[in-house]
């Protein structure tokens, strides 16, 4: 070789090293943006949690027998109670940007309580709308003490506490991913809305920021509201053009921006208030189905704040922390059923999403959209502007949000050894089962009208039935038992699971920056050491 010297060594490529807090998050939980900033950020995250704040009310308020004043009203008391349950999770609970919202997993119990043949001999609708209403609440109060006891007694703690990166991953995959069945065909009921909202949203947030380089996070950050407000002017325009006119009415109801009947039947001003439907009435069966539910909804949450953390570029969770936001989401339970908000609480799941996609995890940004959700619900009337968003545009946004807290889970194989046969097994069966199996209990109910289990008691049948009807249920349950026995007391095979990169943050007393995220305010922590 010319000069004699010795040829040149090819350099290696290196794996990515893991990361336990998300690089590149423009504003972390202890980071506020600017006030003006902080303010659109609030109310895209009011405009995002909307989406299932009115579609749950939508589907069961006709269904228990109200009409739409009944159903404007049940939205406002939803809207009101999630941002009352926001600011206390947010202040109180596990500290994180979670937003607070209903929930789908209380639904399939609702409905089994909304078909009790006792409701059937009243014959005046709106009478049947309230005691429906009434022991839905009753069935809630009971279902809320089961996370209030597990989280702030802190035995979730203890169940968390043998959490793993390996076991989290299909928990929080498919918390995000096994949402699927909201996403694309909820765009596709009127895809001359939601494909246009799908294609012009993705091209806003992802491509946008890289053609007009301005170095101001403008595109990528507010790509929500620019385009639903775009997009509903389109849909609006194809409304008064008379484009559906004559349609078949399933269409009418998915297209048109005039058909929600919210800003006539809801009122000018009005304050949610405990009981407002009256006194709760309490059946032992249901209560009992509700509380499954409530535990359903517990592991669902658990994988939604781990994917909150995350995308907070916090460190991650203590157990005692996630104990915590489990003890303060029953008393958001407790307070929808106070309420009468026709739905139980959990975390948002499209809201986590939206961290994702603006980059900010400010826990002030979601408090200011707390604020907004409890002045539009009393301030009815401006509130149903919103709330009258057309379905397909909401669905659009899903496809982005779900996929993004899905592949939150998906980042936490960083800290696995996937060369392991051990890790693929525990992997590939968990997510596998967790489609699989809710796959033929949602096939099964769609073809016959009931689950797989069905016996002359209700109340059983949705005890078996709804949690093995929820993927992020099915998988993070299995995951969470095949890590915990199969061979884990390996030193090996602690590292394989990645449990001694979680291990240092069991605890976020002497780590300061566990301390900055999650202390309590006032110095509360003294009086809650456990939780």
Not at 37 to 46: N, V
Request: glycine letters at 10%; charged letters at 15%.
């Amino acid at each position: 070789m010319a000069g004699g010297g010795a040829p040149a060594k090819a350099v290696e490529p290196q794996p990515h090293p893991p990361k336990e807090q998300l690089p590149n998050i423009s504003y972390c939980i202890t980071s506020p943006p600017p006030w003006p900033e902080a303010i659109l950020l609030g109310f895209q995250h009011y405009l995002v949690m909307l989406g299932t704040t009115v579609i749950i009310p939508s589907s069961l308020v006709p269904q228990m027998g109200g009409g739409n004043e009944e159903k404007a009203k049940v939205i406002q008391t939803l809207l009101f109670v999630a941002g009352l349950n926001t600011l206390l999770q947010s202040l109180f609970g596990s500290r994180l940007p979670a937003v607070i919202g209903g929930s789908y997993t209380f639904v399939p119990t609702t409905i089994s309580i909304i078909l009790a043949g006792r409701f059937s001999d009243t014959s005046d609708p709106v009478e049947r709308f309230k005691r429906i209403m009434r022991a839905i609440q009753g069935s809630l109060i009971v279902a809320s003490t089961l996370q209030i006891v597990l989280g702030f007694s802190g035995l979730w703690r203890n169940v968390t506490r043998f959490l793993s990166p390996l076991s989290v991953v299909p928990l929080v995959s498919l918390v995000g991913f096994g949402l699927y069945e909201f996403g694309f065909p909820g765009v596709a009921k009127c895809v001359e809305i939601g494909l246009p909202q799908l294609i012009l949203v993705v091209f806003v947030s992802q491509y946008m920021p890289h053609v007009v380089k301005s170095g101001k996070h403008v595109f990528d950050r507010f790509a929500v509201i620019f385009t639903v407000v775009i997009v509903w002017i389109y849909a609006h325009l194809l409304t008064v053009g008379g484009a559906y006119n004559g349609k078949a009415q399933k269409t009418q109801i998915s297209c048109r921006t005039d058909r929600a009947g919210l800003i006539d039947a809801a009122p000018w001003i009005r304050v949610p208030y405990p009981f407002q439907w009256g006194a709760p009435s309490f059946d032992a069966g249901e209560a009992f189905a509700m509380m499954m539910a409530s535990f359903v909804a517990l592991v669902e949450s658990t994988g939604a704040f781990i994917a909150v953390s995350r995308y907070a570029s916090a460190t991650p969770m203590p157990p005692s922390i996630l104990s915590r936001g489990v003890g303060w989401q029953g008393v958001a339970i407790l307070v929808s059923g106070l309420f009468g908000t026709v739905n139980g609480s959990s975390v948002s799941v499209e809201n986590a999403g939206l961290l994702a996609l603006t980059r900010v995890g400010s826990r002030r940004v979601v408090q200011i959209s707390a604020g907004f959700m409890i002045f539009f619900s009393i301030l009815g009337k401006f509130g149903a502007v919103f709330a009258s968003i057309p379905a397909p545009i909401i669905a659009a946004l899903y496809c982005l949000f779900f996929a993004y807290v899905g592949a939150g889970g998906l980042s936490f194989l960083q800290f696995c050894n996937l060369n392991s046969f051990r890790t693929k097994f525990i992997l590939g069966f968990s997510v596998f089962m967790g489609l699989s199996v809710p796959q033929y209990f949602n096939e099964y109910t769609a073809i016959n009208g009931y689950g797989p289990v069905h016996t002359g008691a209700r109340w059983f049948n949705d005890i078996v039935n709804v949690p093995l009807s929820s993927e992020a249920f099915v998988a993070g349950c299995l995951a969470y038992f095949l890590d915990n026995t199969l061979h884990r007391k390996d030193s090996a095979i602690r590292k394989d699971r990645g449990k001694h990169w979680w291990d240092k943050f069991r605890s976020f007393k002497g780590d300061s920056r566990s301390e900055e995220f999650y202390s309590l305010p006032f110095n509360l922590n003294k009086y809650f050491p456990s939780v």
